[in-house]
């Protein structure tokens, strides 16, 4: 079933409003949050993430970014040698696809420690920092789908944030500023999109 979340529209108490809607719905599956840098994507993502925890659903956030480039310093405090080997070793890309595994044992723990629970929430903030194109294919054949699969019979929310057209390829978007969801037919699609989301960022600020 699709969730509603009241939101807050002027998070930062700015008198400058994020978002055109006080209310967003979720659907189950797969949602790729859309809009320009700054748009508020991670915002809302943090907004999302406060209304579970209030409502006691279970949900992970991570922000593949920020947390990511934090794995290492954990695997030094555990003495996982093999892990900061392997990532020291690696490229900017592998290391991201590395920590993904991580995140991957994450989600897993989350479900197993859930099994009564009808509902199960994975936020993901710039999910496809630095990762080329097979790796993000790679990201929604291998562990989104593995997810679905292995939680049959849950209503299972992926709600990720991105910037480049391939996590957006095929799947359902939600435009954080305006609140709804779209799809986008090609890769200009998408760009005419995100020039129009700048644009609208812009207006915020105007008068002030």
């Not at 609140?179 to 008068?207: I, P, T």
């Amino acid at each position: 079933m699709s969730r509603k979340f009241k939101i807050v529209k002027d998070y930062y108490e700015e008198e400058v409003y994020l978002y055109k809607k006080a209310t967003v719905e979720f659907k189950p599956g797969l949602t790729v949050l859309v809009g320009c840098n700054g748009a508020g994507k991670t915002t809302l993502l943090h907004q999302i993430e406060n209304r579970l925890k209030k409502k006691h659903i279970p949900c992970l956030y991570y922000n593949c970014d920020k947390d990511g480039k934090n794995e290492v310093s954990k695997a030094a405090f555990y003495s996982n040698f093999e892990f900061i080997a392997t990532a020291i070793s690696s490229s900017e890309g592998e290391n991201l696809v590395l920590n993904m595994g991580n995140t991957a044992q994450r989600i897993g723990k989350l479900v197993r420690e859930n099994p009564t629970s009808s509902e199960i929430w994975i936020l993901l903030d710039a999910v496809d920092s630095g990762l080329s194109v097979d790796n993000v294919v790679g990201m929604k054949e291998n562990l989104f789908n593995l997810v679905f699969e292995t939680t049959e019979g849950k209503d299972v929310y992926i709600i990720v944030s991105a910037n480049a057209y391939e996590m957006c390829r095929g799947e359902n978007c939600f435009d954080v500023i305006n609140g709804k969801y779209l799809k986008f037919k090609d890769y200009e699609d998408y760009r005419d999109f995100v020039l129009k989301s700048a644009q609208e960022k812009e207006k915020r600020y105007e008068g002030q």
